[in-house]
């Protein structure tokens, strides 16, 4: 437990960088285990020998069973979600991160086309959002959403003309290890009212277990609300 404390701390502050992250995480895990296996040798011998000691290798065996908990719950995500780490309401045509990795960290994946048919399969309903209100009330409500969710901006493009087209790029942490994943807000002009894209890309793994897709989704649901009853409908160009 002090391991996983210590690398998330030192992650979430900056003091290790995230492939460090992960090979101290990945230590706090097998000590884990080991202590589970410990404790079930213990309580053998005690079974057997009759020995002292029985609550320090319950108490052992019952927190390293909590850890371990955590990576298998990251496993059952593994098995049963797609493996994407990208993730983005246009597969056709994604937002395009421009300012993502400034902080010297990799730069998020690009969306593949094998990719963006898996995506299509997986979350169907991870579509564009359109709105009966201009591209400027609709960035307002993207900036208060992305201050709420705790989001770093890292960019903010307004529209210079009334039909101009808006954009917003930002950087969200993950709540157990602040993962740092990229973010980038696309608003374009439509008709009397606007298009909104988003994209949603981890910088280091291959699949994401679902944290991408449940952001876009939870964004999405946040800005419909915000807009005050106006009707986001999500369809493939």
């Known amino acids: 437990m002090p391991v996983l404390i210590f690398a998330a701390l030192a992650h979430r502050f900056a003091l290790i960088d995230t492939p460090r992250m992960y090979v101290t995480i990945a230590i706090g895990f097998g000590l884990a285990f080991a202590a589970v296996i410990i404790s079930a040798v213990a309580l053998y011998g005690i079974w057997q020998e009759g ?24 496993a059952w995500r593994i098995v049963t979600l797609p493996r994407l780490a990208d993730i983005t309401t246009d597969t056709d045509d994604p937002p395009v991160f421009a300012f993502a990795g400034q902080d010297g960290a990799r730069h998020p994946p690009r969306q593949s086309v094998g990719d963006a048919a898996l995506q299509r399969e997986a979350y169907p309903d991870i579509l564009s959002h359109r709105y009966p209100v201009g591209v400027a009330r609709v960035l307002e409500q993207a900036r208060a959403l992305a201050a709420a969710f705790d989001w770093h901006v890292l960019d903010e493009a307004t529209p210079v003309t009334a039909d101009g087209s808006a954009r917003l790029e930002a950087v969200a942490m993950t709540l157990l290890f602040a993962v740092r994943e990229d973010i980038v807000i696309r608003i374009e002009p439509d008709g009397d009212g606007s298009r909104v894209d988003m994209r949603s890309a981890s910088r280091y793994l291959k699949h994401d277990l679902g944290s991408n897709a449940k952001r876009v989704r939870t964004f999405m649901a946040a800005l419909d ?5 106006a009707v986001g409908e999500g369809e493939e160009e």
């Open 51 to 74: 020995h002292s000691g029985f609550s320090y290798a319950i108490a052992g065996a019952v927190l390293g069973l909590l850890i371990l908990a955590i990576p298998a719950v990251g």
């Open 225 to 229: 609300r915000a807009l005050a009853g």
